[in-house]
């Protein structure tokens, strides 16, 4: 179809794509000492992130001398090497159309919510150090982190902006402190998802539709596994 000269003049040097956004929110902390021995954190966040652009660094090259015009003055019939890009089968023609799609699909989103974003972020932690009785020096504790879902703007119109299911997780810390040959020593105990939940979140969904009308988890985050560790600090 082309000479090598027009072949090493269309080889690109660099493939970058960038987007940019504007995000505002807020984050609120708390620390209450509630007694000399019962502290107790919080923290809580939110972000609204807006998309501003989105993979403008195409239209020009697409647009331009040696985008789309390049490409469509050849047979649109033409069935792309099966080692590209595209699925087998696909024509020329059929590889403009989609690429023309999926760009507009991307300038759609300008204006909207930054996909993959969870709104909303919240933790509690409390520790209580017991300094008497019969359990003098240990420590007990516990917290739950907490995200909501994730939001993402499906290029399928009839998905729209989904916004999909949150996570909570519980953890456990405990503590005691001893002599160790003479040595002040430090035993901490951590359990990371205490409850060893196993939930999934999703963060988007297959834009095509199954044969029954619903739609495929095309990506989610799973909830690590219980994680317990024993620590022991001694000091000198």
Request: charged share 20%.
């Amino acid at each position: 179809f082309i000479t090598e000269a027009v072949s090493e003049a269309q080889q690109p040097t660099a493939e970058v794509g960038t987007q940019s956004a504007l995000s505002e929110g807020y984050e609120i902390s708390l620390t209450a000492n509630i007694t000399s021995n019962w502290r107790l954190t919080a923290n809580w966040s939110y972000i609204d992130s807006v998309l501003q652009d989105v993979f403008s660094e195409f239209g020009p090259w697409w647009a331009g001398s040696t985008g789309k015009s390049f490409f469509s003055q050849f047979p649109g019939d033409f069935v792309l090497p099966v080692d590209g890009p595209f699925e087998p089968g696909v024509t020329l023609g059929d590889a403009i159309s989609q690429i023309d799609a999926e760009y507009a699909s991307l300038q759609r989103r300008v204006g909207g919510t930054s996909p993959g974003q969870r709104h909303y972020k919240g933790n509690v932690f409390t520790k209580y150090t017991f300094t008497e009785g019969a359990l003098k020096d240990f420590s007990i504790g516990g917290g739950a982190r907490y995200r909501s879902g994730a939001t993402w703007i499906q290029a399928n119109t009839a998905l729209g902006q989904q916004e999909f299911n949150g996570m909570t997780i519980y953890d456990l810390v405990a503590g005691y402190k001893c002599e160790l040959f003479g040595f002040p020593v430090d035993f901490q105990l951590n359990i990371r998802n205490l409850l060893d939940k196993d939930d999934f979140s999703i963060v988007r969904l297959d834009d095509d539709p199954r044969p029954d009308g619903g739609y495929n988890v095309f990506k989610y985050v799973h909830t690590p596994a219980r994680d317990i560790r024993l620590r022991a600090r001694f000091r000198f």
